[in-house]
């Protein structure tokens, strides 16, 4: 080798991925793979979120096929060591992160070690290896999933981090990989700036980079990089898009608020609509008056998103 190491970081929340194994999952690999064929990395670090989907129940016997679709790639071919973390033990709901790391070295990389939590030093990886369950028997990872008390909206949370520490031609580096919360509600993020979900965010991330400087993140370089379900400031955004429309609020059969109808004074079109379901944003509808039957593809959006309300977030 010239000195120089390529080292490329990726992040993907592939939890559609698992859902369209046939749509999206197929158009996800073909482009980590052309991403890996210019770039030409030495190192590779995936930091995936989500393993098996919303449907981990059923799709997670998946995510093996899945690593392998990679791992045996003609443009992996150049690869001889690789490293997977599979966190796929849903049943263990006290430390199930749904988080995944793959590491593929190129066999011009000689020089390369990993951190073992277990024994406090580095050790050689000569192979390619796959750990999967709930992960409680490598060394090689720290994992952590939120306290209770940082998600007190749901029941339960897959959310956390994965912490791995690398040691390529003498330089060492911390990766950590981050699953951060979501905005359940549209409507309550709309109320406040910063709203709650935010301030959790923050107090996740403000533990994730507690707990990683206090096995020694600060004595080296290192790289957060996942899902931080980074969101805009919602009142501004609604704001600037609707700042001369009258909101009408819609309730469902329980009497509570689910949806934010924006429209002009006099008229029955909608302008906007904001929904009181996860994963939704603000779009524009542009939808006849009520009453009248909408677009075929808006209700399909609609049924989509709709499938998601009392999930696990």
Known sequence: MDGHVRVMLVTSNVGSAFEEPDGVQQIWLCELLEAVRQGSPHFLAVHLQELGGKNYETTMKEVRQFVRSIRDSDVMRKYDRMLALLDEDFQNKQ?????????????????????????????????????????????????????????????????????????????????????????????????????????????????????????????????YFGDFNFRLDLQKVVKHLCGHLSPQWSRNGSGEVCEAVYRNEGSDRVQYSLLCVCLCELFDLTLPPYGVACPRRQMQYRRRRKRCVGGIP
């Not at 339960?156 to 791995?164: D, E």
């Not at 950590?176 to 910063?194: E, G, M, Q």
Request: with cysteine.
């Open 95 to 223: 430390t199930f992160t749904a988080l995944g790391c793959l590491f593929f070295i190129h066999k011009s990389l000689g020089d390369i070690q990993l951190w073992s939590f277990r024994e406090h030093t580095f050790e050689t990886i000569f192979d390619k290896t796959v750990i999967g369950g709930s992960l409680s028997d490598s060394p090689f990872h720290h994992k952590v999933k939120f306290p209770v008390d940082f998600f007190p909206e749901f029941k339960w949370s897959r959310k956390g981090f994965l912490h791995t520490k690398w040691q390529l031609c003498g330089r060492v580096m911390n990766l950590v990989n981050v699953h951060l919360f979501h905005d359940a509600s549209n409507l309550t993020a709309l109320k406040v700036c910063p709203s709650p979900y935010c301030l959790n965010r923050q107090r996740a991330l403000e533990h994730v980079l507690k707990l990683v400087t206090e096995e020694g993140g600060e004595s080296c370089p290192t790289f």
